[in-house]
């Protein structure tokens, strides 16, 4: 069994920092891509940032510049820095990750359970 517990969210002024942390645990040998996601009210949830176990990154357009997805293999945990916070960020977060448990079976989607990231004024 896997889970993914998720920290850092709260609520934060315009301009703001926030620093999310997603650590996995449990039946694991390796974990191949990881990411963050997110969803407002009302709308589809959408790819923020995604990490290979590598290092290469991609990020949606909206964050670029202002966002950075890292990740410590030896922890199996994955952060996001957060800077320059704007209100259309104001969502539930959602750490994802790739994961192979055994060689025997192809690897599956773990999520966590998703933290809150509010800016306001």
């Known amino acids: 069994q896997v889970q993914l517990v998720e920290s850092g969210g709260g609520l934060v002024q315009p301009g703001g920092s926030l620093r999310l942390s997603c650590a996995a645990s449990g039946s694991i040998l390796s974990i191949n891509n990881m990411g963050w996601y997110r969803q407002a009210p009302g709308k589809d949830r959408e790819l923020v940032a995604a990490?290979?176990?590598?290092?290469?990154?991609n990020y949606v357009d909206s964050v670029k510049g202002r966002f950075t997805i890292s990740r410590d293999n030896a922890k199996n945990t994955v952060y996001l820095q957060m800077n320059s916070l704007k209100p259309e960020d104001t969502a539930v977060y959602y750490c994802?990750?790739?994961?192979?448990?055994?060689?025997?079976?192809?690897?599956?989607?773990?999520w966590g359970q998703g933290t809150q990231v509010t800016v306001s004024s």
């Open positions: 990490i290979t176990r590598g290092g290469r990154t």
């Open positions: 994802n990750a790739d994961i192979i448990s055994n060689w025997r079976e192809p690897s599956f989607s773990s």
